[in-house]
């Protein structure tokens, strides 16, 4: 069978519905109705889940009296980025999933969209909820400007100190910008957000800078106070099979970055389509693939569904759209054709009697016109490298409960380190090593 | 940062959200997780006079629910202070002393007698607090013992006593009015001349919240058997309100300082008692609903809505209201408005139609294309402006009643031709 590979399979019109809002904001009869459902709950659960510690039924108590601007104060004090947690959190498995509405009723509150439509309000009509304090004369530097490393200045910032933000590529937001599947994080969503964090002053941002390549850690040590550290992922995994760059074949992140930042009729689309992964890059891979117009698009996981880092939600999303799950089953072979894809065979999957994870020795193939490769994304640390290194553990850069890490004036966060892989906690982590650094530029 | 400090009858409070005299205030463990919250003053549960302490009974509060809400109305049936006054007044000086920026007011019900008013208020000093508020309110258990409501009925009594407590102390005198009376003036008048130093209203109201149709007896039900008892929480407030604005528009007591109390649950409802002329509001039963931490948004709501409309302080727009609280003889008869639907977000529920067609004026027409659309329009000519519909409506902004331009000047009842008494 011939290869098809095409861009625009669908027109522009019926791309730009399929790349519509996956949730429409709550209008102010939703919220109004949606917050009163809430129970003002003691010690609530849903907070005790939020990775970032917001008073969630207190700000959603602001939304019923009509206090939104109060809302949303109460949620971007402890998450700057909580416009977009509210759009791209897996609820489902955080706050909603406690939520004791979701108990009684079986139907959580909608938390997410709540805190979007508080914290829409002040984003939309630019109420600077923060100031600075004064300046510290303190100087601090952070690499990476993903979510880590954006609230990390925007707390040491507010706390008085002098930031420099350096980022690689030419526009700072990191998987905001690059990653997140588009119809969670439509329009300029990302950079509106960024302005607003950048609105309150004493962050200057150098974009283009590369740690590694045009500056080492070292220097930053010498010509700064305190250093954070939010790299991110900046490597993918590998599926280790012969051709594995052969023609068709694409890292899903690579791609997703193109789908964030092109005109989706300019991107080439398989009729066929195969993604290897079971995490959220592969579900969100998959599900824009086919929102671009794949006709077929497999999704090929070696466990079983349970032990996706998918949540059920998602593997409904990636369902609902008419995605084919797979599982139990792994890459064995690329099949080529002229030396482009042309199909993927699989070997089936078994737990062996010590559980580990082997081939059955049966096999099938699956015909494809584009792969994505989707099985993870890690730390290469060349970049940290000179006379002193912070120490590495497991791949990821280690950390202390401040996110300190082995070195006195060096902190990191965000999936650089280790923990949980999300926007969140990646905020997280940031707010708290700004606040352990402000400790020490304090006090020394 | 709007400035909430508040400051009436001489007495000041960070802000002006107190904690009404009742369970909430009841004990020293209380009060102080309240002002830890962030309260900016309480007024103590009411203590009654040294002797074999009160007798609560068992099943005290009933609760009207509405739509799935809980206690949208609440009552009860408990009686004053049922803790020793010793120990209740060693606890008030300690929370004074540890606390001294907050308001502490102590709420008193004594029998009807000078002495019985001179010697409590002489204990009362003693613990530093900054004013007492008589109790004349409780319409039960203490009626019984000629207190409470049997001395706020009367407008006699309510003079004599804050009399009596304006010779015996120099603190501060609050009157706390029942609203189980047909007239709030009479009560508000005779506590001004009697000298107070201001009034606070209200109490509960006279109430039964439901009868137990399996066995027969109001709830909350004692052993078989239920009294009436006092009806307060979101229910109550526009009975409160209406009563705040008489006192405050009333020339008699028109300077005299209000204490506002009656189903405040958030910052909205203390602003809209603030604007008709109150100094402080209490609440009770919004924190015997959710706790004490609902002073977060009280505190934080208040403040952004005064930075909104730029009020500096409470001063600035305390009282702005009642100017505009009138008598219906002289609205403006030749005020005109009508209903308009937005047809663009209209959900097609047809209540505006229906209730307008039974209950109205048979003002909205209703129409059903051949693909089941409805449409609901306004007759403008049948449309008299009474917002039913408006009300009925379930969607926000959906239908909005708009003043007609009729060109007619101002007219009231006073000068109307209609009027037989002209
Ligand atoms: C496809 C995809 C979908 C996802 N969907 C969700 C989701 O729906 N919900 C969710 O919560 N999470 C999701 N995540 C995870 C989430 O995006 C990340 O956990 C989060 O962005 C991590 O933040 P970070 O700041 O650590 O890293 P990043 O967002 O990766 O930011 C790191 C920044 O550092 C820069 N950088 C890297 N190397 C250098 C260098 N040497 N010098 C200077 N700058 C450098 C990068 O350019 C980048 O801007 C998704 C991730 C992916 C890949
Ligand atoms: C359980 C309970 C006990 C009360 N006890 C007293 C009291 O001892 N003295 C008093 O002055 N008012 C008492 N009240 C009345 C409250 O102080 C307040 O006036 C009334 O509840 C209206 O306010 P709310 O709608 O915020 O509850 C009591 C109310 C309740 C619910």
């Known amino acids: 069978m011939s290869i098809d590979i095409r861009c625009a399979r669908l027109d522009p019109e019926e791309i730009s519905r399929n790349y519509s809002e996956l949730h429409t904001p709550l209008t102010e009869l939703q919220a109004i109705q949606e917050s009163a459902r809430c129970l003002f709950c003691h010690d609530a659960p849903c907070t005790e889940a939020c990775p970032t510690d917001i008073d969630i039924p207190g700000f959603i108590r602001k939304i019923a009296s009509g206090n939104v601007k109060g809302a949303a104060n109460t949620i971007l004090s402890e998450n700057i980025m909580g416009n977009t947690c509210g759009n791209v959190c897996p609820v489902e498995e955080l706050c909603e999933q406690v939520c004791v509405k979701k108990t009684a009723e079986e139907k959580p509150v909608v938390i997410g969209q709540l805190q979007r439509y508080a914290t829409d309000h002040v984003l939309e009509n630019w109420i600077q909820l923060f100031q600075r304090a004064p300046q510290s004369g303190k100087k601090a530097a952070v690499v990476g400007g993903g979510p880590a490393g954006l609230s990390c200045a925007h707390r040491l910032a507010m706390l008085g100190h002098e930031v420099t933000l350096y980022e690689s590529r030419d526009k700072p937001g990191g998987l905001n910008e690059y990653g997140l599947a588009a119809y969670k994080m439509l329009?300029?969503?990302?950079?509106?957000?960024?302005?607003?964090?950048?609105?309150?002053?004493?962050?200057?941002?150098?974009?283009?800078?590369?740690?590694?390549?045009?500056?080492?850690?070292?220097?930053?040590?010498?010509?700064?106070?305190?250093?954070?550290?939010?790299?991110?992922?900046?490597?993918?995994?590998?599926?280790?099979?012969?051709?594995?760059?052969?023609?068709?074949?694409?890292?899903?992140?690579?791609?997703?970055?193109?789908?964030?930042?092109?005109?989706?009729?300019?991107?080439?689309?398989?009729?066929?389509?195969?993604?290897?992964g079971g995490g959220n890059t592969a579900i969100d891979m998959a599900v824009q693939i086919k929102k671009l117009g794949a006709e077929s698009v497999t999704m090929v996981y070696r466990r079983g569904l349970d032990e996706m880092g998918a949540t059920e939600y998602e593997q409904q999303v990636a369902q609902t759209n008419g995605v084919l799950i797979r599982t139990h089953a792994k890459p064995h072979r690329i099949l080529t054709l002229d030396d482009q894809l042309n199909a993927v065979e699989f070997e089936y999957t078994q737990n062996d009697a010590d559980g580990r994870l082997t081939g059955s020795g049966e096999k099938f193939v699956l015909p494809a016109d584009q792969l994505f490769k989707a099985i993870g994304q890690a730390l290469d640390a060349t970049p940290l490298d000179g006379e002193e290194t912070p120490e590495i553990s497991h791949g990821r850069i280690k950390v202390d409960e401040s996110q300190h890490t082995s070195l006195p004036d060096v902190w990191a966060g965000g999936d650089c380190t280790a923990g949980k892989d999300l926007t969140v906690t990646a905020v997280q982590d940031g707010k708290i090593a700004a606040t352990s650094m402000n400790e020490y530029l304090n006090h020394g | 940062m709007a400035d909430l400090s508040c400051k009436i009858a001489g007495i000041s409070s960070p802000n002006p959200f107190w904690l009404a005299s009742a369970p909430p205030t009841d004990k020293r463990y209380n009060v102080e997780r309240a002002f830890e919250a962030g309260w900016g003053g309480v007024v103590w549960k009411t203590l009654g006079e040294d002797g074999p302490p009160i007798v609560n009974v068992s099943s005290r509060y009933g609760s009207v629910d509405f739509n799935g809400q809980r206690m949208m109305g609440f009552n009860n049936i408990e009686l004053i202070t049922d803790r020793p006054l010793q120990i209740n007044l060693d606890e008030i000086t300690a929370v004074k002393k540890a606390w001294p920026d907050r308001a502490l007011v102590v709420s008193l019900m004594v029998p009807c007698t000078e002495q019985a008013w001179k010697d409590i208020l002489k204990k009362v000093e003693q613990t530093g607090c900054d004013g007492v508020e008589l109790n004349f309110g409780c319409p039960h258990g203490m009626s019984e013992r000629g207190m409470g409501a049997a001395v706020g009925q009367v407008p006699e009594y309510i003079q004599e006593v804050t009399e009596w407590c304006k010779v015996h102390t120099d603190l501060p005198v609050f009157v706390k009015l029942t609203p189980n009376i047909s007239d709030i003036r009479r009560p508000a008048r005779a506590a001004f001349d009697g000298g107070a130093d201001a009034v606070s209203l209200i109490n509960t109201i006279n109430s039964i919240v439901s009868i137990d149709l399996d066995i027969m007896a109001p709830t909350p039900t004692v052993a078989g058997k239920g009294v009436h008892g006092g009806y307060c929480g979101p229910a109550v407030k526009p009975i409160a309100l209406s009563m705040v604005s008489e006192i405050a528009r009333d020339p008699h007591t028109r300077n005299l300082p209000i204490s506002g109390i009656g189903g405040i649950g958030d910052w909205r409802d203390a602003a809209e008692y603030i604007s008709l002329g109150c100094g402080s509001v209490q609440v009770c039963t919004a924190a015997m609903r959710y706790g004490f931490r609902i002073i977060d948004d009280m505190v934080d709501g208040l403040n952004n809505w005064m930075d909104e409309k730029g009020y500096a302080t409470l001063e600035d727009f305390r009282g702005a209201a009642i100017p505009n609280v009138t008598d219906w003889q002289y609205l403006d008869l030749n005020y005109k408005t009508i209903a308009a639907i937005d047809q663009e977000t209209c959900i097609e529920c047809g209540l505006c139609h229906i209730t307008c067609e039974d209950t109205s004026h048979q003002a909205i027409s209703a129409s059903k294309d051949e693909n089941g659309k409805r449409t609901y329009t306004v007759i403008d000519e049948e449309c008299v402006g009474c917002n039913l519909c408006y009300l009925v409506c379930p969607v926000p902004k959906c239908i909005s009643m708009n003043e007609v331009d009729n060109g007619l000047p101002y007219l009231n009842w006073t000068e109307h031709p209609n009027n037989p008494m002209k």
Do not use: C, W
């Not at chain 1, 950048?198 to 700064?224: H, P, Q, S, V, W």
């Not at chain 1, 009729?265 to 066929?272: A, H, I, W």
């Open chain 1, 187 to 276: 329009d300029d969503r990302a950079a509106r957000e960024i302005a607003y964090i950048l609105d309150i002053g004493g962050i200057n941002i150098m974009t283009g800078k590369t740690l590694g390549k045009d500056f080492e850690l070292a220097e930053l040590r010498r010509d700064y106070d305190a250093v954070f550290i939010g790299l991110g992922h900046n490597a993918v995994n590998a599926l280790g099979l012969e051709n594995e760059a052969v023609d068709g074949a694409h890292n899903a992140v690579d791609f997703i970055e193109l789908i964030r930042q092109e005109d989706l009729s300019t991107l080439p689309v398989g009729r066929q389509v195969i993604i290897i």
